[in-house]
């Protein structure tokens, strides 16, 4: 104890001013994560941007990994270069059939211009909170030019990209992209309207089966009589070309029908030289 007494005694400037070294160094020093943007902030203003967002920029070439700052007179801000989601509080949302919908909605986006972020949000949450309003103003207006019908078809694809370029031109005032809009679930109320809309869509499945049946039906007379007509056509060709093997194949049809009818108790009897055997005799 009297050794380090001594030393602290002869040395405590040293001491100190290694120790206020170390502190500055650290305080200095920054490590800027993969998954993290940071805007080094002077006295307010925003200075630059380590690690920034770049389209397509391969991992590990972003520009993060140890940077420095000055202390106590820059500040850093993180901004997150991950995609974040927008929630829409459910609501219900008038189509342009008059049908009111219950409207569950998200959005994707992520900060492309974090100094941007940083002059009129702030916070990457403050843009989420302010892209949630504004998501909700969007969809209802596009949702309100549209039947309820068309959100069950592939016109529903053409909203949501509507959807998600009204929210983008917004988006960008606050530094940030939307990549994409999702509708979570789309249903009418509770009631008589979800009741009366499940009628009309049983009903018209109903219509729709026997339309489809009746052209099935349609389509295969037409191929019967088709077929019909070209077994026709083939045996009178064939008698034109040939009419003693037209009466015999003729004769076997019927000689086939008239005698090989299983289980039947019935007796024919007829003369050896009567005209219906001639073919029995060869003639």
């Not at 290694?18 to 994560?33: E, G, K, M, N, Y």
């Amino acid at each position: 104890m009297d050794a380090l007494e001594r030393l602290w005694a002869e040395q405590k400037a040293a001491i100190i001013a290694v120790i206020v070294a170390i502190v500055a160094l650290a305080s200095t020093l920054i490590v800027v994560p993969e998954t993290k943007q940071a805007v080094i902030v002077r006295l307010g203003e925003p200075q630059r941007v380590i690690n920034r967002f770049r389209p397509n920029a391969d991992f590990g070439q972003t520009g993060a990994g140890l940077s420095w700052r000055i202390p106590f007179f820059e500040t850093v801000v993180w901004v997150d270069k991950r995609v974040m989601d927008v929630d829409m509080e459910r609501q219900q949302v008038t189509s342009a059939d008059q049908r009111r919908l219950e409207v569950d909605a998200y959005a994707r986006f992520r900060v492309i211009d974090p100094v941007k972020m940083y002059e009129t949000a702030g916070t990457v949450d403050r843009v989420s909170e302010q892209l949630q309003p504004i998501l909700n103003s969007v969809l209802r207006q596009e949702l309100g030019k549209r039947t309820f019908a068309s959100l069950l078809t592939a016109e529903r694809g053409q909203a949501m990209a509507n959807i998600r370029k009204g929210l983008d031109t917004e988006a960008r005032e606050y530094g940030a992209q939307v990549i994409d809009v999702r509708i979570k679930r789309a249903d009418l109320p509770d009631g008589a309207p979800l009741e009366s809309a499940f009628t009309r869509m049983a009903t018209a499945r109903q219509q729709e089966a026997a339309t489809i049946r009746a052209q099935g039906q349609k389509n295969a007379q037409i191929i019967r009589a088709q077929a019909e007509a070209d077994a026709s056509r083939t045996y009178a060709d064939s008698f034109g070309k040939d009419p003693q093997f037209y009466d015999f194949y003729r004769a076997m049809q019927s000689y086939d029908t008239t005698f090989a009818q299983k289980g039947s108790s019935t007796s024919i009897v007829l003369s050896p030289d009567n005209e219906y055997l001639r073919q029995f005799r060869g003639k």
